[in-house]
């Protein structure tokens, strides 16, 4: 899987391809159908299965405060859609003059020019050029004028639901702290990154150490407590989650701390990734700290038993 940040030139490899435009934030259900489908027609047209994508999302220059949080970062969305089989991502800069592109001029100038497509794969709200001017109609004109084939699939429903899955609706699960529905619509569970930074040094002397995150780049679940898996490099650890303040000892500020479980060491100054598998409780005021340590244990055989489960059904 390839990574590249612009088109000059884009290598002849990844030319002449199965293309397909879109912001796959989160890389969800709809997204995988879309991938395969690009996959399969990269394979009839003997050529790369490649995804274009705009970073960051054309709203972040246009309407900043209506954008929302992201649920993945560039990199995390290469890894996912490589699992699905796509070969080259084209993480875009966007700029005012990209967006000031007519759909003609778009299609003409990175389409035909630049990547020399071959097909393109699409899903029916696909909007393109400036002031989201083009759409499906629009480029199945221009894909038939340049003998390009093109697919426009259906958006993807889940069995027994009217509603699509999309990324917003995935945004809105998230932000309500059901990482767990969230979870049943994305390809992977919801995943975030942080740095590890110093806290009030109250977790060792607890008997949990919890990892401070900082400096999360994509959407932060609702406060409450989670359990999910810690990755740290290449290796896992189930984790529980503590997304919120201290209430027990009177601290106030929202805090994303996470418990490797079985990890003895330092992960200071590290980066971290954390994936939620689902929601355990709200955040409480104990008593006491013994009250609170009592809880914790608790929380932690739950975490156990939920990334087994996760592992045993990932397995079958
Ligand atoms: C899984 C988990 C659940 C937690 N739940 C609560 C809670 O409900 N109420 C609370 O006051 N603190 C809770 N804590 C936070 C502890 O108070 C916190 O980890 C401790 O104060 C250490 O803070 P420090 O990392 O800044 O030293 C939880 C921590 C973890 C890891
Ligand atoms: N199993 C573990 N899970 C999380 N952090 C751990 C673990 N074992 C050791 N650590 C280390 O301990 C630190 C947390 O200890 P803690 O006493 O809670 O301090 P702080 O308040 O600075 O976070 C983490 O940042 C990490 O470097």
Same mark, same amino acid.
């Given at each position: 899987?390839?990574?590249?940040?612009?088109?000059?030139?884009?290598?002849?490899?990844?030319?002449?391809?199965?293309?397909?435009?879109?912001?796959?934030?989160?890389?969800?259900?709809?997204?995988?159908?879309?991938?395969?489908?690009?996959?399969?027609?990269?394979?009839?047209?003997?050529?790369?299965?490649?995804?274009?994508?705009?970073?960051?999302?054309?709203?972040?220059?246009?309407?900043?405060?209506?954008?929302?949080?992201?649920?993945?970062?560039?990199?995390?969305?290469?890894?996912?859609?490589?699992?699905?089989?796509?070969?080259?991502?084209?993480?875009?800069?966007?700029?005012?003059?990209?967006?000031?592109?007519?759909?003609?001029?778009?299609?003409?100038?990175?389409?035909? *020019?630049?990547?020399?497509?071959?097909?393109?794969?699409?899903?029916?709200?696909?909007?393109?050029?400036?002031?989201? =001017?083009?759409?499906?109609?629009?480029? =199945?004109?221009?894909?038939?004028?340049?003998?390009?084939?093109?697919?426009?699939?259906?958006?993807?429903?889940?069995?027994?639901?009217?509603?699509?899955? #999309?990324? #917003?609706?995935?945004?809105?699960?998230?932000?309500?702290?059901?990482?767990?529905?969230?979870?049943?619509?994305?390809?992977?569970?919801?995943?975030?990154?942080?740095?590890?930074?110093?806290?009030?040094?109250?977790?060792? #002397?607890?008997?949990?150490?919890?990892?401070?995150?900082?400096a999360i780049d994509t959407l932060v679940?609702?406060?409450?407590?989670?359990?999910?898996?810690?990755?740290?490099?290449?290796?896992?650890?189930?984790?529980?989650?503590?997304?919120?303040?201290?209430?027990?000892?009177?601290?106030?500020?929202?805090?994303?701390?996470?418990?490797?479980?079985?990890?003895?060491?330092?992960?200071?100054?590290?980066?971290?990734?954390? #994936?939620?598998?689902?929601?355990?409780?709200?955040?409480?005021?104990?008593?006491?700290?013994?009250?609170?340590?009592?809880?914790?244990?608790?929380?932690?055989?739950?975490?156990?038993?939920?990334? *087994?489960?996760? *592992?045993?059904?990932?397995?079958?």
């Open positions: 899987m390839q990574l590249f940040r612009d088109l000059e030139p884009l290598s002849s490899e990844y030319r002449h391809g199965a293309l397909t435009i879109g912001n796959f934030d989160g890389v969800h259900l709809g997204h995988a159908r879309i991938a395969r489908q690009v996959r399969q027609r990269a394979d009839e047209v003997g050529g790369p299965a490649v995804v274009f994508t705009f970073d960051p999302h054309p709203v972040r220059l246009l309407r900043p405060e209506l954008a929302p949080p992201p649920l993945t970062w560039t990199r995390r969305k290469v890894e996912l859609l490589g699992e699905l089989g796509i070969d080259a991502v084209i993480a875009y800069p966007t700029t005012k003059d990209l967006l000031e592109l007519t759909p003609n001029e778009f299609f003409d100038q990175i389409i035909v *020019q630049k990547m020399a497509a071959k097909a393109m794969v699409e899903g029916p709200n696909f909007n393109f050029g400036k002031n989201r =001017a083009g759409d499906t109609t629009t480029l =199945a004109k221009l894909c038939n004028e340049n003998g390009m084939q093109l697919d426009i699939l259906a958006p993807f429903t889940r069995e027994g639901e009217t509603e699509f899955v #999309s990324s #917003s609706r995935i945004r809105k699960l998230i932000a309500a702290g059901d990482v767990q529905a969230a979870r049943e619509m994305l390809t992977q569970p919801y995943r975030m990154r942080g740095m590890v930074t110093h806290g009030a040094g109250r977790g060792a #002397s607890l008997g949990i150490p919890t990892a401070n995150l900082e679940p609702e406060i409450g407590v989670y359990a999910g898996i810690a990755h740290r490099g290449n290796a896992i650890y189930a984790a529980a989650i503590n997304i919120g303040p201290n209430p027990t000892f009177g601290e106030k500020a929202r805090k994303i701390e996470v418990h490797l479980i079985g990890f003895q060491g330092s992960l200071y100054g590290e980066p971290l990734e954390v #994936s939620f598998l689902s929601r355990l409780r709200e955040v409480t005021t104990f008593p006491d700290v013994d009250a609170l340590r009592k809880q914790l244990a608790i929380d932690i055989e739950t975490t156990k038993q939920k990334f *087994q489960d996760y *592992q045993t059904k990932l397995s079958s």
